[in-house]
């Protein structure tokens, strides 16, 4: 089945809690949106180039879709500085 992406977000940036763990998703508008709701989102195709994995310990989370492009993995993306979100 075919999905239009067309108008589906995608993620710039990522936010890592204290323990390096990313907690929560830049999306291109600027959006930060939390770890349960880009999961929601990318249920609904509403974000490109990723789809949800669930954990060993039964947690839902993001993964990249593969490609030959390392640099948009979510591990590489930028890190959004915590300061920078309370700005927005």
Same mark, same amino acid.
């Given at each position: 089945? *075919?999905? !239009? ?7 710039? $940036? ?5 323990? $390096?763990?990313?907690?929560? *998703?830049?999306?291109? #508008?600027?959006?930060?949106? +939390? =770890?349960?709701?880009?999961?929601? @989102?990318?249920?609904? /195709?509403?974000?490109? %180039?990723? /789809?949800? $994995?669930? /954990?060993? @310990? %039964? &947690?839902?989370? @993001?993964? +990249?879709?593969?490609?030959? !492009?390392?640099? #948009?993995? @979510? ?7 915590? &300061? !920078?979100? #309370? =700005?927005?």
């Amino acid at each position: 089945m *075919y999905i !239009d992406q067309t108008f589906a977000h995608t993620i710039v $940036g990522v936010v890592r809690d204290e323990q $390096g763990e990313i907690a929560a *998703y830049k999306l291109e #508008n600027g959006e930060i949106v +939390s =770890k349960e709701e880009a999961v929601t @989102l990318a249920k609904q /195709s509403a974000i490109k %180039g990723v /789809s949800v $994995g669930v /954990s060993k @310990l %039964g &947690e839902e989370f @993001l993964k +990249s879709l593969p490609d030959n !492009d390392i640099n #948009n993995n @979510l591990q590489n993306l930028p890190v959004v500085e915590r &300061e !920078d979100i #309370n =700005k927005q």
